[in-house]
């Protein structure tokens, strides 16, 4: 085994390992949209926000993992490419030389032979680069924002049927309670003040 097959087969184990942490990083990521669902659905908003930011955690650490596999698998296609073409290289050697044969020899159907055979490994090398040029061009494609919690938190309260924004707004209601009856007077005031202008 050469140095980049070692290589190749280094990249893809590593690609998978990636692979399989992304995935372990999803089941975390929905466990702590469940714990979510669960802290909503017993009132606990704080203990709902901490969950929201796991989840959301978990979620950007699944996207990066799969992302780097992404393009540790961009590079193990390219090196896959350098393999391939190191074989073709060597193919085509041995047909240069078949063809010098042949043409010492003058036989043209030794020729066409050679040459019959040269561009089938031409395809083959033609559709192996471009597979790999698909893939790579394809492959190649930590904090938790408040809004990001909140979008989250009302998706999961959605799913839960619970309404989480008049539990928000009840947790809030002190100040808003003292809002009420001002405005009540205001418009008493407001009453008063037209009767008297007419």
Do not use: C
């Not at 290589?7 to 469940?34: H, I, M, P, V, W």
């Not at 074989?87 to 003058?106: E, F």
């Not at 839960?160 to 001002?182: C, D, H, I, Y």
Request: charged content about 30%.
């Amino acid at each position: 085994m050469s140095g980049l097959e070692k290589a190749l087969f280094n990249l893809k184990f590593t690609a998978k390992q990636l692979n399989r942490q992304a995935a372990k990083a999803g089941k975390d990521e929905t466990a702590e949209k469940n714990k979510l669902k669960k802290a909503i659905q017993q009132n606990h908003s704080d203990i709902a926000k901490i969950y929201a930011q796991n989840a959301i955690r978990k979620q950007n650490e699944k996207i990066n993992l799969l992302r780097l596999a992404s393009r540790i698998d961009a590079v193990s296609s390219r090196v896959q490419t350098a393999v391939t073409m190191r074989q073709v290289t060597g193919s085509m050697a041995n047909v240069v030389r078949g063809m010098d044969g042949a043409m010492k020899a003058m036989d043209l159907e030794k020729i066409s032979n050679v040459m019959d055979k040269f561009e089938t490994q031409f395809e083959d090398l033609d559709v192996a680069t471009g597979y790999y040029e698909n893939a790579t061009s394809s492959a190649t494609a930590v904090g938790t924002p408040q809004d990001d919690v909140d979008k989250l938190m009302n998706q999961v309260a959605d799913e839960a049927g619970v309404e989480l924004q008049t539990e928000m707004r009840n947790a809030e209601a002190p100040s808003k309670v003292s809002a009420g009856p001002t405005e009540d007077v205001e418009e008493g005031l407001g009453e008063r003040l037209r009767a008297l202008r007419n």
